[in-house]
């Protein structure tokens, strides 16, 4: 079947570590976005990738970085500098970018700072 | 710039009663508008789109919403209430020309359906 896989579903980590979270997709879109979902925030956008090798920051890209090296991936990682990491975080991927199609999104990772 | 608001960020029914979630939006361009559930701890699933076709649209488990250009809105409905629809739910616009990559999201509401 053809989605987004997200791993790991839960992930702890210790102050001062970075982490990186995978997102794959096997639908074949060209561009993926990594949201940040906080309680009653609604989701926020990390990054977004149009296409491979191509990456924009989103409205809350400070302490995370991404790459775009293959078309069906785009890892994200929580730096250090990542202030408040503890969240969760949903990965998702469209036909083409510009809103005119909808996102399918993975089931997420949470991501707990300890 | 686009942007959508969602009136309500709790919004309690009883099962069997109707469900009305409200989304406004604002866009520079005719907008494309959709809406998404997401269930604890999942992912957004995508319950149902308006692309400027018919502006009532049918989505699944019996959810519809229908575009009103002169009020800018897109509110989302459901006849009757089950147990299974309790979620939260999230409208989301187009976004042309902005940062936001693709889709521009609301704040979400999240249903309560009570017994």
């Known amino acids: 079947d053809g989605g987004i896989t997200q791993s790991p579903k839960y992930l702890f980590r210790k102050e001062g570590q970075n982490v990186t979270l995978s997102c794959e997709q096997n639908?074949?879109?060209?561009?993926m976005y990594w949201y940040r979902q906080d309680p009653g925030q609604g989701l926020r956008l990390i990054y977004y990738?149009?296409?491979?090798?191509?990456?924009q920051k989103g409205d809350i890209a400070e302490g995370y970085s991404v790459s775009r090296e293959k078309k069906e991936s785009f890892p994200l990682t929580v730096t250090s500098a990542q202030k408040n990491p503890t969240a969760f975080y949903l990965c998702?991927?469209?036909?083409?970018?510009?809103?005119?199609?909808?996102?399918?999104f993975g089931q997420g990772t949470r991501l707990t700072v300890v | 710039a686009q942007s959508v608001t969602q009136l309500g960020s709790h919004v309690s029914v009883s099962e069997g009663a109707l469900v009305l979630l409200r989304c406004n939006y604002s866009?520079?361009?005719?907008?494309?508008l959709f809406w998404y559930v997401q269930y604890p701890n999942q992912g957004l699933q995508l319950l149902l789109k308006y692309t400027s076709a018919a502006t009532l649209v049918k989505g699944i488990n019996g959810f519809e919403a229908e575009f009103k250009k002169s009020e800018t809105s897109f509110h989302l409905t459901k006849p009757s209430a089950h147990m299974s629809d309790a979620a939260e739910y999230f409208c989301a616009v187009s976004d042309y020309g902005g940062s936001q990559g693709n889709l521009i999201f609301g704040k979400g509401t999240k249903l309560s359906v009570k017994p």
């Open positions: 866009s520079s361009v005719p907008p494309y």
């Open positions: 990738s149009q296409i491979v090798n191509d990456f």
């Open positions: 998702a991927s469209s036909i083409e970018a510009r809103g005119r199609t909808e996102a399918f």
């Open positions: 639908l074949n879109h060209d561009a």
